[in-house]
């Protein structure tokens, strides 16, 4: 055999090395993907079962203490409150608006109920309650006072695109 074969051989050789290098880097991206896709389900799973249990907690005040859900119920139904239901209204507001945050922000990043659309999906579905909350005098002074230090600008940007004057409108 001279060395012309053996370099012959060696490159088939190499060319096979390389066929089943690329088929074993393939199976790995394959097995990648697979995993990173199990894993980004589970993100949403976990951030959809964290956003119900924000949703439980925001509410959880209002089933358990009969004073809470007196002063819910005068709020939302128009009539006065006094310095401190007001501040008690407001501070439900704050803890609503904390949970539409939160799913806003998921809904920004893709996790939650990301199949969606676009983030202002939440609005549509939280802003006919939003509406009421915040035409409630004590929860309205609350979000105008105190929210652009509670929460981030684009948030407090996109409720207050929501609640401007046309869209407010009853």
Known sequence: MNWDEIGVIAEVIGAIAVVVSLVYVAVQIRQNSSSLNRSNEYAQATSV???NSLYIQVFSPILENGDVADIY???MNGADLSETDSLRFAMFANTYLAYVEALYTQHLIGLGFAEAGEPEWVFDVVGPYLKK????????AWWVASAPDLFSPI?????????DARKMES
């Open 133 to 140: 909350i915040l035409t409630v005098p004590a929860a309205r």
């Open 49 to 51: 079962h964290e956003s």
């Open 73 to 75: 119920n005068r709020a």
């Open 155 to 163: 948030f407090v940007s996109a409720i207050s695109d929501l609640i």
